[in-house]
């Protein structure tokens, strides 16, 4: 018997890997998430049994104890079971805890990574987590920790100089700025970009000073990620902008500091 996860991207699904299509083109029995983009399935062969056990913040869902248990369900019915979870399975993805379950249950694994939002997203809203001379590194940070708080970890990320990354955060916003307020970061650039990597993508950018305010005359609203740093601010420098600073002899990192 065997699990199989597969890593489905941040959204866009051309980010798949190839990998985890030629796994889809075979799979006798998918259980799939919510973010996870639906058009996926279209890979599956037409008698490919598809569960939705999507989890959503604020919405009812499949609970983690019952995930598991279709995973040995099935997997004792149809000998495999593929595991389509949104962005990366070791990426607050709960996918280890589903390999142990399934060990302890003698089913063997296999894992097909996937394109992680955490840095997709940014990407393709035109934000580099890391640039010489503005971020040397970079944190990610779940929102929503088991215990539904924000984790502890922001601030000590929030201390440093590091392009952070908060990801299932957007319902602690209000929690986020207060930490970095607390440490004087109050003109700290920061992004939020919904459904990242999709055409319906929704980019917030500010400061923190003001960004909750900004969030909601936006209506900006979950799958949504959080990006707080000096490479925040980027996307507001326009090419031309760029051009003109790059022929004068400046410095892109003295335009956002």
Not at 17 to 34: C, H
């Amino acid at each position: 018997m065997k699990l199989t996860l597969i890593g489905a991207g941040p959204g866009d699904p051309d980010l798949i890997t190839l990998k985890g299509i030629k796994a889809l083109q075979k799979a006798k029995v998918v259980l799939y998430d919510s973010l996870a983009h639906p058009s996926l399935l279209d890979y599956c062969p037409e008698d490919c049994v598809k569960i939705l056990v999507g989890k959503r913040f604020g919405k009812t869902s499949c609970a983690q104890d019952d995930i598991n248990a279709l995973i040995v369900h099935n997997a004792l019915i149809y000998g495999e079971v593929v595991r389509l979870k949104g962005g990366d399975s070791f990426i607050f993805g709960r996918g280890y805890e589903e390999i142990l379950y399934a060990a302890q249950h003698n089913i063997g694994s296999e894992v097909i990574p996937g394109i992680s939002s955490s840095y997709a997203a940014p990407a393709l809203a035109g934000i580099p987590l890391t640039s010489r001379g503005l971020s040397e590194s970079f944190w990610v940070i779940t929102g929503t920790t088991k215990n539904h708080a924000l984790s502890d970890d922001l601030l000590l990320a929030a201390q440093s100089t590091a392009t952070v990354v908060v990801l299932m955060g957007l319902h602690k916003l209000q929690e986020i700025v207060d930490i970095y307020a607390a440490l004087d970061k109050l003109d700290e650039s920061i992004s939020i970009i919904q459904n990242g990597t999709l055409e319906n993508q929704k980019v917030v950018t500010g400061k923190i000073s003001n960004i909750a305010t900004l969030a909601q005359v936006s209506e900006i609203a979950s799958p949504a990620i959080i990006v707080i740093g000096k490479v925040a601010a980027l996307p507001d420098l326009s090419y031309e902008r760029i051009g003109q600073m790059i022929q004068q002899g400046r410095s892109v990192a003295t335009e956002v500091n």
